[in-house]
Nanobody, 118 residues
Framework: QVQLVESGGGLVQAGDSLRLSCSAS????????MGWFRQAPGKEREFVAR????????DYAESVKGRFTISRDKVKNLVYLQMNSLKPEDTAVYYC???????????WGQGTQVTVSS
């Protein structure tokens, strides 16, 4: 069992930056993929970014490439999502997830709201 708790969401203006954090506990993450997803009102949840815990390899949705950066702190068991040049369309609830298969995540956090005003 892996417990995930997100933090760092808030209300910002377009062009601002925000950093989300995901605290993971309960199990060693060495074999896990860690992902960030988001869900905007009336839309399906979508993939944002992923990092392989063991080697740090990352992957991003096209919509956030060049603006968002995912990273992890292996000592503190934290996953970060640095979001720069935020746009109103980035407004969503952001979720942290963990899974042993990058296509299927087994554990999810409760989500943190990010609102970007124009």
């Amino acid at each position: 069992q892996v417990q995930l708790v997100e933090s760092g969401g808030g209300l910002v203006q377009a062009g601002d930056s925000l950093r989300l954090s995901c605290s993971a506990s309960g199990r060693t993450l060495s074999s896990y993929f860690m992902g960030w997803f988001r869900q905007a009102p009336g839309k399906e949840r979508e993939f944002v970014a992923r990092i392989t815990w063991s080697n740090g390899i990352t992957d991003y949705a096209e919509s956030v490439k060049g603006r968002f950066t995912i990273s992890r702190d292996k000592v503190k068991n934290l996953v970060y999502l640095q979001m720069n040049s935020l746009k109103p369309e980035d407004t969503a609830v952001y979720y942290c997830a963990a899974g042993v298969n990058y296509k299927s995540y087994d554990y999810w956090g409760q989500g943190t709201q990010v609102t970007v005003s124009s």
